[in-house]
């Protein structure tokens, strides 16, 4: 407005300049045309090229001048294997090569009431990034005494390309004998472990020569319900085993992992989970259930761990703090709830070591798990825990222990720990206890405040492992990730393995109690390669490496390895002749084809769920501050009905006549479950519709999906977003949809909000 009417006022000075000094008219309509003429446009980037390491990011931005508006802006990327683009302009790096970022604008110039577009581009060119050093820097030479070979082993050898041999222990197999375990599910199961304790054998020589390759039971014993009320409600330990979605434990599937040559399951554990919150009396079925699975292995001669994991997150009670008063939120310790931290500690301890003192060393204590460090300082409420007592309990107070101090309690803990046990007598003097590093972090723990525990005088150094964890590269081997394994990778990983050598030079052995890839059918990489680099540099350091499973490897309540490449490595790792007859590889590049397709705006679905899914992130917020109304909700873990705070609003259309499709919101908002109707499609396809704003890579992320039971999940087929993206997933047979699994599983690896769900009929 402003410079119109600057041009008014300019024409009518003019022209009475004309009449003043007699000018010719044609000479007065040149200079009001000139005046009048419209400003130049101008739209760019602020970067016609750009130069990124793979891993690195980068946001280009639209610069203008005489624009109005921007009505919209759509980003593309001519490679999204190379280079992704999100819908602010953000670049990530993912791959060595070329792309070509472009932005298609629609703006409104200035003087003007027409849009107009404008493509706008930019020339990405990726770099492979060299991995600096891992500090402190360590040697990668031999360590200072070699790892012991089993006497009766000729083959075995130190180096990244050593076996894990199967040695097929049977040190702790007697007599077979059934027994009535207290608390347990059945009234009889049949045990072999002798109670054998070998006091001469080190940690270094049970790493090197008899426990092997380890997998976790992850998602199982240490599965929690969403609040403390379902909690206390609880009376049988299976209602946490499959909380998760997992099967129950069986002998058959420890047989089946054993069978690969698997000697070591570690068994992560939440003991609060059925518990006494006044006396932290851990329930008899708790410990009998955990007792059974931990027979399972044992009867194998398998070597088992079991700690306390997680746990619904007390440990943030060790750093506890309070506010000065109501009106003061000055924080400071609270010594009454770091003193019953302590004191459930412990109690849990000490009724461990007492239940299962009588078992040969075939079975392991750990001490904790990734809590002992940091997360000492974890908020907590007033429950103790990180879930609140009621809705009324909004105040989640954080811990003050500055990083010295928790070094100093993590310590603390880890020592007390070690005299717990080793007062509870019996085999427990002897047994090998694994002593949680902090934070289960390679650096962490390497760090100089870091101190490993003194044992007993008899055993010196010799029965204790430190643990720590390793998933690197994370892009590569974290829960949600699609990434590549490159060569750099490899030579980082060896580097970050390569700094256990401080503990193996001073007489420890090591338990990497997690390792491995998280979603093995999504990554570009070679999964198989990473489990021969990662064992292969472990072998050098006395270390056992324990496989994080929490159903993406095993088919549990099948007892069956699901990939063929990874049943040959871990047979060719250890020498197991395991099962090979299943066809399905790892990678991405090996899973079955899932068609996508435009379905095209005159193509009417055939049936369709309309209305709000804010799917939780795992956070149990609701929505999203950024795209969601409403969003950033917090919604207590005792609210009656959390189901209808991630789904408010849910309406479902067929348009077939007795079309049976149905669909099921889990409580917390993680998975649809779609039942189709079969019988009425013969080509069935599903397309997802998402809230404005939300859809983007970083919101949407990976589609998994899966045929399953109802509320049990299953992620065996992924699709990116980029596959995703406006386009309907046709559901091939592959996927495996039956009569005994009808129901589909969806979730996503972000967090966006769906709208609506339609389905299509692609069929003849």
Same mark, same amino acid.
């Given at each position: 407005?402003?410079?119109?009417?600057?041009?008014?006022?300019?024409?009518?000075?003019?022209?009475?300049?004309?009449?003043?000094?007699?000018?010719?008219?044609?000479?007065?309509?040149?200079?009001?045309?000139?005046?009048?003429?419209?400003?130049?446009?101008?739209?760019?980037?602020?970067?016609?090229?750009?130069?990124?390491?793979?891993?690195?990011?980068?946001?280009?931005?639209?610069?203008?001048?005489?624009?109005?508006?921007?009505?919209?802006?759509?980003?593309?990327?001519?490679?999204?294997?190379?280079?992704?683009?999100?819908?602010?302009?953000?670049?990530?790096?993912?791959?060595?090569?070329?792309?070509?970022?472009?932005?298609?604008?629609?703006?409104?110039?200035?003087?003007?009431?027409?849009?107009?577009?404008?493509?706008?581009?930019?020339?990405?060119?990726?770099?492979?990034?060299?991995?600096?050093?891992?500090?402190?820097?360590?040697?990668?030479?031999?360590?200072?005494?070699?790892?012991?070979?089993?006497?009766?082993?000729?083959?075995?050898?130190?180096?990244?390309?050593?076996?894990?041999?199967?040695?097929?222990?049977?040190?702790?197999?007697?007599?077979?004998?059934?027994?009535?375990?207290?608390?347990?599910?059945?009234?009889?199961?049949?045990?072999?472990?002798?109670?054998?304790?070998?006091?001469?054998?080190?940690?270094?020589?049970?790493?090197?020569?008899?426990?092997?390759?380890?997998?976790?039971?992850?998602?199982?014993?240490?599965?929690?319900?969403?609040?403390?009320?379902?909690?206390?409600?609880?009376?049988?330990?299976?209602?946490?085993?499959?909380?998760?979605?997992?099967?129950?434990?069986?002998?058959?599937?420890?047989?089946?992992?054993?069978?690969?040559?698997?000697?070591?399951?570690?068994?992560?554990?939440?003991?609060?989970?059925?518990?006494?919150?006044?006396?932290?009396?851990?329930?008899?079925?708790?410990?009998?259930?955990?007792?059974?699975?931990?027979?399972?292995?044992?009867?194998?001669?398998?070597?088992?761990?079991?700690?306390?994991?997680?746990?619904?997150?007390?440990?943030?009670?060790?750093?506890?703090?309070?506010?000065?008063?109501?009106?003061?939120?000055?924080?400071?310790?609270?010594?009454?709830?770091?003193?019953?931290?302590?004191?459930?500690?412990?109690?849990?301890?000490?009724?461990?070591?007492?239940?299962?003192?009588?078992?040969?060393?075939?079975?392991?204590?750990?001490?904790?798990?990734?809590?002992?460090?940091?997360?000492?300082?974890?908020?907590?409420?007033?429950?103790?825990?990180?879930?609140?007592?009621?809705?009324?309990?909004?105040?989640?107070?954080?811990?003050?222990?500055?990083?010295?101090?928790?070094?100093?309690?993590?310590?603390?803990?880890?020592?007390?720990?070690?005299?717990?046990?080793?007062?509870?007598?019996?085999?427990?003097?002897?047994?090998?206890?694994?002593?949680?590093?902090?934070?289960?972090?390679?650096?962490?723990?390497?760090?100089?405040?870091?101190?490993?525990?003194?044992?007993?005088?008899?055993?010196?150094?010799?029965?204790?492992?430190?643990?720590?964890?390793?998933?690197?590269?994370?892009?590569?081997?974290?829960?949600?990730?699609?990434?590549?394994?490159?060569?750099?990778?490899?030579?980082?990983?060896?580097?970050?393995?390569?700094?256990?050598?401080?503990?193996?030079?001073?007489?420890?052995?090591?338990?990497?109690?997690?390792?491995?890839?998280?979603?093995?059918?999504?990554?570009?990489?070679?999964?198989?390669?990473?489990?021969?680099?990662?064992?292969?540099?472990?072998?050098?350091?006395?270390?056992?490496?324990?496989?994080?499973? =929490?159903?993406?490897?095993?088919?549990?309540?099948?007892?069956?390895?699901?990939?063929?490449?990874?049943?040959?490595?871990?047979?060719?790792?250890?020498?197991?002749?395991?099962?090979?007859?299943?066809?399905?590889?790892?990678?991405?590049?090996?899973?079955?084809?899932?068609?996508?397709?435009?379905?095209?705006?005159?193509?009417?679905?055939?049936?369709?769920?309309?209305?709000?899914?804010?799917?939780?992130?795992?956070?149990?917020?609701?929505?999203?501050?950024?795209?969601?109304?409403?969003?950033? =909700?917090?919604?207590?873990?005792?609210?009656?009905?959390?189901?209808?705070?991630?789904?408010?609003?849910?309406?479902?259309?067929?348009?077939?006549?007795?079309?049976? =499709?149905?669909?099921?919101?889990?409580?917390?908002?993680?998975?649809?479950?779609?039942?189709?109707?079969?019988?009425?499609?013969?080509?069935?396809?599903?397309?997802?519709?998402?809230?404005?704003?939300?859809?983007?890579?970083?919101?949407?992320?990976?589609?998994?999906?899966?045929?399953?039971?109802?509320?049990?999940?299953?992620?065996?087929?992924?699709?990116?977003?980029?596959?995703?993206?406006?386009?309907?997933?046709?559901?091939?047979?592959?996927?495996?949809?039956?009569?005994?699994?009808?129901?589909?599983?969806?979730?996503?690896?972000?967090?966006?909000?769906?709208?609506?769900?339609?389905?299509?009929?692609?069929?003849?």
């Amino acid at each position: 407005m402003k410079s119109r009417g600057a041009r008014k006022i300019l024409a009518m000075l003019l022209a009475f300049a004309m009449i003043v000094t007699g000018a010719s008219a044609s000479m007065v309509a040149g200079q009001v045309a000139s005046a009048a003429k419209k400003a130049k446009v101008t739209l760019k980037l602020n970067k016609k090229s750009l130069t990124l390491k793979k891993g690195k990011k980068a946001t280009l931005k639209i610069t203008k001048k005489n624009v109005k508006k921007i009505k919209s802006q759509k980003w593309t990327t001519s490679n999204k294997k190379v280079a992704t683009v999100s819908n602010k302009g953000k670049v990530t790096a993912k791959k060595a090569g070329k792309a070509t970022i472009k932005v298609k604008v629609k703006y409104i110039a200035k003087g003007s009431k027409k849009a107009k577009t404008k493509t706008l581009s930019c020339k990405v060119k990726v770099d492979e990034d060299a991995p600096k050093a891992t500090t402190p820097a360590v040697s990668t030479s031999a360590p200072t005494s070699a790892p012991t070979a089993k006497p009766n082993d000729p083959d075995a050898t130190s180096g990244p390309t050593a076996n894990y041999k199967e040695y097929d222990d049977k040190s702790n197999i007697g007599p077979e004998r059934d027994v009535t375990i207290k608390g347990g599910t059945s009234s009889k199961m049949t045990i072999k472990d002798n109670g054998t304790v070998r006091k001469e054998l080190s940690a270094a020589e049970l790493a090197d020569s008899y426990m092997g390759l380890g997998i976790n039971l992850g998602n199982t014993m240490e599965a929690q319900l969403p609040s403390l009320a379902q909690k206390a409600a609880a009376t049988e330990a299976v209602q946490f085993e499959t909380a998760w979605g997992a099967s129950i434990t069986t002998q058959k599937f420890i047989d089946c992992v054993h069978s690969y040559g698997i000697n070591t399951l570690r068994i992560p554990v939440a003991w609060s989970n059925m518990v006494n919150e006044e006396t932290y009396e851990i329930n008899e079925k708790y410990l009998g259930r955990v007792e059974e699975i931990v027979n399972y292995a044992l009867n194998d001669g398998m070597y088992a761990i079991i700690n306390i994991h997680w746990d619904n997150q007390w440990w943030g009670q060790f750093g506890a703090a309070k506010r000065v008063s109501e009106t003061d939120k000055t924080r400071i310790a609270d010594e009454e709830k770091r003193a019953k931290a302590w004191a459930r500690f412990e109690s849990y301890w000490k009724q461990i070591s007492e239940r299962f003192k009588d078992y040969s060393d075939h079975l392991i204590f750990e001490g904790g798990n990734e809590e002992i460090g940091g997360r000492l300082n974890d908020e907590i409420y007033a429950s103790g825990y990180s879930n609140p007592l009621d809705e009324s309990d909004t105040d989640a107070i954080r811990g003050i222990l500055k990083e010295n101090e928790l070094y100093e309690t993590a310590n603390k803990i880890n020592q007390k720990f070690v005299d717990v046990v080793r007062a509870s007598g019996g085999n427990n003097k002897n047994r090998f206890l694994l002593i949680p590093g902090y934070d289960t972090n390679i650096a962490k723990t390497v760090d100089a405040r870091y101190k490993m525990p003194t044992d007993i005088a008899e055993n010196g150094k010799s029965k204790l492992f430190v643990s720590v964890h390793c998933y690197s590269p994370w892009k590569f081997c974290g829960d949600k990730n699609t990434g590549d394994y490159t060569a750099a990778d490899k030579t980082a990983l060896a580097k970050e393995l390569g700094m256990m050598k401080k503990f193996a030079d001073e007489g420890y052995a090591t338990i990497l109690g997690e390792c491995g890839i998280c979603n093995p059918i999504g990554v570009e990489g070679d999964v198989c390669q990473w489990f021969r680099d990662c064992f292969g540099e472990a072998r050098k350091w006395h270390m056992v490496p324990v496989m994080w499973e =929490t159903g993406q490897y095993f088919n549990r309540s099948e007892a069956k390895l699901k990939f063929k490449d990874v049943a040959e490595t871990w047979n060719s790792i250890t020498g197991a002749k395991g099962d090979t007859s299943m066809t399905r590889l790892t990678g991405k590049k090996n899973a079955p084809a899932i068609e996508t397709v435009e379905v095209g705006k005159t193509k009417q679905p055939v049936w369709s769920w309309t209305g709000k899914w804010y799917k939780n992130g795992g956070d149990s917020v609701v929505g999203d501050d950024r795209y969601a109304e409403g969003g950033g =909700t917090k919604v207590p873990s005792t609210d009656p009905d959390p189901r209808s705070k991630f789904v408010p609003s849910s309406t479902t259309k067929a348009t077939i006549e007795g079309d049976a =499709t149905e669909i099921f919101f889990n409580e917390w908002g993680y998975q649809a479950f779609l039942n189709l109707d079969l019988s009425k499609y013969k080509k069935p396809a599903i397309l997802f519709e998402f809230l404005d704003g939300t859809a983007n890579e970083e919101n949407v992320g990976v589609l998994q999906m899966g045929a399953t039971e109802k509320d049990k999940h299953a992620g065996d087929f992924s699709v990116d977003y980029w596959d995703l993206n406006g386009k309907a997933v046709v559901l091939s047979d592959n996927i495996g949809l039956s009569a005994e699994k009808p129901w589909l599983c969806l979730t996503f690896g972000g967090k966006p909000t769906v709208t609506a769900i339609h389905v299509y009929e692609l069929g003849e």
